[in-house]
């Protein structure tokens, strides 16, 4: 089993620049998630979904979007990247039934000039 | 809201040195606590979870404890390749996610 994957692994932007963030998973999680982490922040929730077709914001969602159309995969875009939004960016998934925490991704490394 | 405050930020110790991170939790209806492992330029790995207080879980040379306002990782005798930063996180009842802490950074000289 892959687990959880994200691509890409490495991203550098212009402000301005729109891209798409894509975690997939082959667990038959119900629940993804995607996370932001930043030195001295931790990890943040930027949205979550809980199932094919449902999607919630989380803590920091301003200037992202998501969507997950498939179980598997859980995408999340940037229209208009800011140098704000340089991070790691983080992908997990869990399951709905007898919930055991996540399983991560190994992160996005994502760098907005 | 749920919060989750660990601390040191971080931790020095030589190899062979026992000692203890803290993980200080408030959330309503605790559904689990939660300790990861994450290395330099990885995801956060599973460690442990617990439920309820008095409950202690161990791995190697780590111990995780749990009391109704925080809880303890334990390492004794570490060796150089403990070193990572750990987070902690918190289930609040009738959550669907995980809150963090902001971790702590490890490092065991040899």
Redesign the interface.
């Known amino acids: 089993n892959a687990g959880?994957t994200q691509t890409p692994k490495f991203r550098v932007l212009k402000t301005g620049q729109s891209m798409t963030l894509l975690c997939a998973q082959d667990m038959n999680h119900e629940?993804m998630?995607w996370?932001r982490q930043d030195p001295?922040?931790?990890?943040?929730?930027i949205h979550?979904s809980?199932g094919e077709g449902t999607t919630a914001k989380?803590e920091v969602p301003d200037g992202y979007n998501v969507s997950r159309l498939k179980k598997q995969n859980f995408l999340l875009g940037l229209e208009s990247a800011a140098p704000s939004q340089t991070s790691v960016y983080?992908c997990?998934s869990t399951r709905r039934v007898l919930?055991?925490?996540?399983?991560?991704?190994?992160?996005t490394r994502l760098t907005v000039v | 809201e749920d919060q989750v405050t660990q601390s040191p930020e971080a931790l020095r110790l030589q190899e062979g040195e026992s000692s203890s991170l803290n993980c200080s939790y408030t959330v309503s209806g605790l559904r689990g606590l939660f300790w990861y492992r994450q290395d330099p330029g990885k995801g956060p790995e599973f460690l442990f979870t617990l439920y309820s207080a008095g409950e202690e879980k161990e791995k190697e040379r780590l111990k995780a404890t749990l009391t109704k306002k925080e809880s303890f990782l334990h390492i004794t005798a570490p060796k150089p390749e403990d070193s990572a930063t750990y987070l902690c996180a918190v289930r609040g009842q009738g959550a669907q996610k995980l809150v963090f802490g902001q971790g702590t950074r490890l490092t065991i000289n040899p």
Not at chain 1, 40 to 45: A, D, F, Q, V, Y
Not at chain 1, 99 to 107: E, Q
């Open positions: 959880v629940y998630y996370y001295g922040m931790g990890l943040r929730l979550y809980v989380g983080f997990a919930w055991r925490g996540y399983t991560f991704g190994s992160g």
